[in-house]
């Protein structure tokens, strides 16, 4: 039985667009205060640090999302990537970026 997916992959797609545009602006601000004036670079460090802690969970964010679509596309949305069993549709709903069952995902943890 092949169910339909687009509803997940619309969702998975937009918050993609979303997450890169968002790491673009992460990166130019990056780049902009990496060029800042020497004076101005103590204050500016503790947002730096704010910045590539945003930085690097959409980097992990993008990389689950990819996944989950590849996923898709392979067939092999619902199950769950450490024991082979049943991802609840329930749970993808929620999170539709989860590779893991909620006992695999609490083992994880
Ligand atoms: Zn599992």
């Given amino acids: ?6 509803e997940f ?3 998975l797609q937009s918050d993609q667009q979303d997450i890169e545009r968002r790491i673009a602006n992460i990166t130019r601000d990056l780049t902009r205060k990496a ?6 670079q ?18 992990i964010e993008l990389r689950l999302i990819k996944k989950a679509l590849e996923r898709i596309e392979q067939g092999d949305y619902e199950v769950c ?3 082979g069993g ?3 549709m329930d749970r993808l709903e929620i999170m539709p970026y989860v590779d ?3 006992q695999c995902a609490e083992r994880q943890a």
């Avoid at 103590?42 to 980097?59: I, M, P, T």
């Fill in 1 to 6: 039985m092949s169910k339909n997916y687009d």
């Fill in 9 to 11: 992959r619309q969702r």
């Fill in 35 to 40: 060029s800042a004036d020497w004076s101005e």
């Fill in 42 to 59: 103590a204050q500016e460090r503790e947002n730096d640090e704010v910045l590539d802690a945003l930085g690097n969970e959409s980097v």
């Fill in 81 to 83: 990537s450490g024991c």
């Fill in 86 to 88: 049943n991802i609840p």
């Fill in 100 to 102: 893991l069952c909620v």
